[in-house]
């Protein structure tokens, strides 16, 4: 029978982007999931934190080992940053989730644009797409919470960063930053004070390259280096400079991007995710949801921008996207995150243009997870609240399952640990009945020959019109009903309606036929409506399709012959295109004259006609 097998060491990682995508972000949701696994974290068999134990949580722990080997593998950024994170509640369902702080010991001022004039800028400036919290007071500690419902008077600021390249040779370069206060008594200052380092893209590679392995594995390291890759071409090509090399990542960006990037590949690993391989050139076993663009605009030192950011949107270029939560304006998604999504969901190079192949190849279809047991959930959250979502990302975490014949005994269900336990019985259970229901024949199953089956009725293209009268008699509308008949409307039919006010109406009705032939026609009973009723406007709707039976009369002769039509009536037949017989109606009008006549029943004169009409054996 067939049963769920699950890929040994194949950990699946889906990042759900529903609300919107920041590297801090994914790195807080890989904190978060490492708390639902169902182990401690040593039990991955990754290297152990230096005090040789876990006494905390897998978070804590995870924490602990981002920033050992973030500050041992790369110790350039020693000093340079602070890590750390705390739970925290977004939007109007109040939706736990862990945020992560990089604290920069650098004031945030712009990196000079590729080919423009250095020059110092001194005006504030906004990032509207990255969610990193830099907290002005003392260290948060690891694992802090966030009381929901505190607003007390905690000196934490919350900024928005976001890496706004665009540039004017007749301008600065500059960056603006959006600041959300988390305590109840907001201030807002300007930053102008340069500082830090600018990195370019070479400096960084060299910096993962030459990483120690104990500390960044090597395909770790390599997976940064690509994320890197994209998101300098993307830069260099929204700025027009002639070599990446020329592109320095903001002083921010280069701690904040290199903490957020490889600090969550790091996470991954840790967290079991197969990133596949170098050697064999192996992807990652990473999907993403569709990336919301986000609407409207951002201010800057240069004017009016769209979102996403122009770096982001070039990083976009081949992969699925969707359309923002309703009623929510700015940039949802960050270059750093599409950067890293790239490159983990298999998304083949293309920024700089050199590419010409397909820029998405996923291995399943794209914005779904494949067949996965769920393992673990993790919930990342921005500094943005909305009012009607809450601002995170999900990361799911799984085990990949395909379907395999094999017995009904043959067990190897990741969870299920032997006959005794209560998972392997319930497993065994649904086996049961999935091999009792293959067995059983499909009694509602219908064999269909490949033969086309022909088509039983014919199809008509109508169009309808309508209009609601209340000013107009019964009698002037029972004229305007015939005048239309006589003039070639298929039908028309007139039933009662209430309008505004509890008004009683009539809402008049004609169908005629809609082709190339039936404009005259169309335009003449429109124009019998309006001069034969008080309506003010007509309702039309065109191409509606009807499907009608095949109609042909006969003649039959009664047995009543003493009148005006010698005892003959006519009677419909109405047929499918097949020939069977559906109905048979004789005409009401000559029934009616037949019986006046005769003295014979209308009843009697139409029942007698429609069963000589069958007694013939009528055929189409």
């Not at 609601?468 to 409307?489: K, Y």
Request: net charge negative; glycine share 8%.
């Amino acid at each position: 029978m067939a049963s769920i097998l699950v890929r040994k060491n194949a950990m699946h990682a889906h990042f759900d982007c529903f609300s919107g995508a920041a590297g801090d972000m994914m790195l807080a949701a890989c904190l978060d999931a490492a708390d639902s696994l169902a182990y401690p974290l040593q039990q991955l068999g990754q290297s152990p934190t230096a005090d040789g134990g876990q006494t905390g949580t897998n978070s804590d722990e995870l924490l602990s080992r981002l920033v050992n080997d973030l500050e041992g593998g790369l110790p350039e950024l020693k000093g340079e940053f602070d890590l750390t994170a705390k739970r925290v509640w977004r939007g109007m369902g109040r939706i736990a989730a862990m945020k992560v702080n990089v604290r920069s010991v650098y004031n945030h001022e712009a990196a000079p644009v590729p080919g423009a004039p250095k020059v110092h800028n001194t005006q504030p400036h906004e990032h509207g797409h990255h969610h990193h919290e830099h907290e002005h007071s003392s260290a948060v500690a690891k694992g802090s919470k966030e009381d929901p419902q505190d607003s007390g008077d905690e000196h934490n600021h919350s900024h928005d960063h976001s890496h706004h390249h665009g540039h004017s040779r007749s301008h600065d370069h500059s960056h603006n930053h959006s600041h959300d206060h988390s305590h109840s008594r907001a201030h807002s200052h300007d930053h102008q004070s340069s500082g830090g380092k600018l990195r370019n893209l070479p400096q960084i590679t060299k910096m993962l390259q030459s990483a120690p392995s104990r500390h960044i594995p090597s395909r770790v390291a390599s997976l940064a280096i690509e994320a890197f890759t994209a998101l300098a071409h993307a830069e260099m090509r929204t700025h027009g400079a002639d070599s990446i090399d020329q592109v320095h990542f903001h002083e921010v960006g280069a701690v904040d991007s290199i903490v957020d990037t490889v600090g969550t590949l790091l996470a991954l690993y840790y967290l079991g995710v197969n990133l596949g391989d170098d050697d064999d050139d192996a992807a990652a076993a990473v999907t993403c949801s569709p990336l919301p663009l986000g609407e409207g605009t951002v201010w800057t030192d240069h004017g009016l921008l769209p979102v996403p950011a122009f770096a982001a949107m070039r990083l976009m270029i081949g992969m699925p996207t969707c359309p923002g939560p309703k009623g929510v304006t700015g940039e949802l998604v960050t270059p750093t995150a599409v950067a890293l999504l790239r490159v983990l969901a298999g998304v083949s190079s293309g920024c700089d243009g050199k590419d010409h192949e397909p820029y998405w190849q996923p291995t399943g279809m794209p914005g779904r997870p494949p067949s996965m047991i769920p393992r673990a959930v993790g919930i990342g959250a921005g500094s943005k609240d909305f009012e009607r979502h809450p601002n995170v990302l999900r990361l799911i975490l799984g085990d990949i399952t395909q379907q395999t014949q094999c017995g009904s005994d043959a067990f190897d269900v990741a969870g299920v640990t032997g006959e005794g336990s209560e998972s392997y019985a319930d497993v065994k259970k649904v086996s049961k009945t999935l091999e009792v229901l293959k067995s059983k024949p499909n009694e509602r199953a219908i064999t269909i020959d490949n033969e086309p089956i022909p088509q039983l009725w014919d199809m008509h293209t109508l169009t309808h019109m309508q209009a609601n009268i209340d000013d107009a008699t019964p009698e002037l509308l029972a004229h305007a009903v015939n005048l239309l008949l006589d003039n070639g409307a298929i039908d028309v039919w007139v039933h009662p309606i209430v309008m505004k006010k509890g008004r009683s109406a009539n809402s008049l009705n004609c169908i005629c036929r809609c082709d190339s032939g039936s404009t005259i026609d169309e335009e003449k009973l429109l124009g019998i409506i309006f001069r034969h009723t008080t309506t003010l406007g007509i309702r039309i709707q065109r191409n509606i399709l009807r499907a009608a039976l095949k109609r042909r009369f006969v003649e039959i002769q009664l047995p009543y012959t003493d009148n005006v039509r010698d005892g003959k009536v006519n009677v419909k037949i109405s047929s499918l295109n097949n020939g069977e017989i559906v109905s048979m109606k004789a005409e009401f009008d000559q029934c009616k004259l037949v019986s006046e006549e005769s003295g014979v029943p209308l009843k009697t004169v139409s029942s007698t006609a429609e069963r000589l009409a069958w007694d013939l054996h009528i055929t189409p």
